[in-house]
């Protein structure tokens, strides 16, 4: 592409927001199944006769395949069509979701989680983010990644309720054991990603024109490997990219605290498996809200400000889950789930759009992409182990005011690596306007 990445802005509105849609729903199908424990943990382990150690395992497993597979996840982005890659990831977290059901023993079950980490991290996450950034005008970068991340989130609640709906008739009304309603609730993500991924490749559109030339020229070998190298060099000496990284890891890990609210309501406040399903699934329907939210708002006051604001709010309400006193109404929790959720989501619509800010060229997007996603989704390999090993130590109580006081600290690097970020950018913006001044 010999264009800026915001080429998109030629495209017609309608186009655009169709393609957004269908970029929506395939980022809505594919990632559930990994993260069932967000509303099911408890069950989940009593049904595999797993350990929380185990699950914990399987998930660092998950996280450690999506680290080595996102700069070549990059790589096959700036190459191959989102059609062909995106019905390929869920199309086969569907297949292997199904394999899931069948309830295999722990080892195998690392074994799903490190495949599912290649069918949505290797072959789908740059697709997503590489393939949302040139749809976007510049000036909506932060509009459409809310929106995508809205969208998402609000497909993924709807399924969540859903799940969560026949869990319950399932226990109540049929007498079914917690396990057998379990494995249903695995089927039915597992059929939603195979009709996703059928219904992605019969409606996906071929690629425009500029990115079919990208691909074109990509396979005929017109960058040598030493050019990718000197690529690779260029990206990780941009203090910008680091910059970027050092937001989404933060914001990330924020957010992958909010895994451990089932099991952390469940334990501190005595509600059953049921109550405590319907509790989080409110964290998920307030996804969209904060996500577009928050993206309008960024828009309106720069994406990158209102990131590092985002994530400040976002530590100061995990200390407010701290505070809540055990014997607290189910409507205090409830809101107190739905306003952290809002502001955590609200970080996570919005901090891919701060990319932008990287000044990076098209034809190294992905691989930029896939290198941001390397440094800033770690917390997929350490939240686990963490998590684990302050629970083991200190129980439950004093384990999780340690794990969310910690996370919550943490997010202050975050927001300051934000202004920083936003400091440089408007330095960019300066320089700018006296090039065109002096011209």
Not at 73 to 97: C, H, K, N, Y
Not at 278 to 304: N, S
């Amino acid at each position: 592409m010999t264009k800026t990445i915001n080429t998109a802005s030629a495209h017609p509105d309608v186009i655009r927001y169709v393609k957004l849609l269908f970029l929506i729903m395939a980022g809505g199908a594919i990632y559930p199944l990994l993260y069932l424990r967000q509303n099911f943990e408890l069950t989940l382990l009593s049904t595999f006769g797993m350990t929380l150690s185990e699950l914990n395992v399987a998930s660092s497993i998950l996280g450690t395949s999506f680290f080595i597979s996102y700069i070549p996840s990059g790589w096959l982005a700036d190459r191959f069509s989102p059609r062909a890659l995106l019905t390929f990831s869920v199309g086969m977290t569907g297949i292997i979701g199904l394999w899931y059901a069948t309830l295999p023993a722990a080892s195998w079950v690392t074994l799903i989680f490190g495949l599912w980490g290649v069918t949505t991290g290797l072959t789908f996450w740059a697709a997503l983010i590489k393939g949302c950034a040139l749809l976007a005008p510049e000036h909506l970068q932060a509009r459409y990644f809310g929106l995508l991340e809205g969208g998402r989130g609000l497909f993924e609640a709807l399924l969540a309720t859903i799940a969560v709906a026949w869990f319950a008739y399932a226990v109540g009304s049929l007498y079914s054991a917690d396990e057998a309603a379990m494995v249903q609730v695995i089927h039915f993500y597992s059929i939603v990603c195979l009709v996703i991924a059928a219904f992605l490749w019969f409606v996906l559109k071929e690629d425009n024109p500029d990115e079919a030339t990208d691909t074109t020229e990509a396979n005929r070998g017109s960058e040598t490997f030493r050019e990718t190298l000197s690529d690779v060099w260029s990206l990780l000496t941009n203090v910008r990219v680091w910059l970027v990284a050092l937001c989404i890891l933060v914001g990330y890990q924020v957010f992958w605290s909010t895994y451990s609210y089932s099991r952390f309501f469940q334990t501190q406040f005595g509600l059953d498996a049921v109550a405590v399903a319907a509790l989080t699934t409110v964290r998920l329907w307030m996804r969209p809200v904060g996500a577009v939210l928050v993206g309008f708002i960024g828009d309106r006051f720069h994406p990158v400000r209102s990131l590092g604001i985002a994530i400040a709010l976002a530590g100061v309400s995990l200390l407010g889950l701290l505070v809540l006193p055990e014997d607290s109404p189910y409507i205090l929790l409830y809101l107190a789930v739905a306003t952290s959720s809002i502001v955590i989501y609200g970080v996570r619509g919005i901090y891919w759009a701060s990319f932008n800010t990287t000044r990076i060229a098209p034809r190294r997007a992905g691989l930029a992409i896939g290198m941001v996603s390397m440094i800033g989704y770690t917390p997929e390999i350490y939240m686990p182990i963490l998590n684990t090993y302050l629970i083991d130590m200190y129980g439950d109580s004093v384990g999780y005011q340690l794990y969310f006081g910690g996370v919550a600290l943490t997010a202050f690097f975050g927001t300051a690596s934000a202004f920083y970020l936003l400091h440089l950018s408007r330095n960019d913006e300066n320089d700018r306007s006296q090039i065109r001044d002096k011209n």
